[in-house]
């Protein structure tokens, strides 16, 4: 047996399992919804809730908008969703501040905590 093969039942196996869980693109339309605690995909097959904590940063392209959840996967919302640039502009300053308070709040919380593990040592 050949190696083209070989990987070709391989990327078939793995195409196959990913399908089953419903985790394959299926080259259909994605659903962002927005909130003002959380956001929301939709898809064909499935649904996910996410909070803002889930992003790292946003960044403002030239064609598009990125939402960053980790440093190898974005949301990439191009320019043509928003009605103007100005448009687009305030909805990454929503997502960065959204970004800032999770980071905020962690850090508070983080603080407390070495706080009452100080007091406790004492």
């Known amino acids: 047996m050949s190696f083209d093969a070989l990987t070709g039942r391989s990327i078939k196996r793995n195409l196959d399992k990913h399908e089953q869980m419903g985790r394959l693109f ?13 956001y929301a995909c939709a898809t064909k097959s499935q649904n996910t809730q996410c909070t803002y904590a ?8 030239k064609q598009a908008l990125y939402l960053y959840e980790s440093s ?6 191009p320019n ?3 009605a103007s640039n ?8 929503f997502i960065q501040w959204k970004i800032s308070e999770i980071q905020v709040q962690e850090t508070q919380t983080c603080c407390s905590e070495n706080a009452v593990h100080e007091s406790a040592a004492q």
């Open 72 to 77: 190898l996967k974005a949301l990439i919302l």
């Open 80 to 82: 043509r969703i928003f």
């Open 26 to 38: 299926d080259g259909g339309f994605y659903t962002y919804r927005f909130e003002e605690n959380s």
């Open 86 to 93: 100005e448009e687009k502009e305030r909805f990454a300053a």
């Open 54 to 61: 889930n992003l790292l940063r946003v960044d403002v392209g």
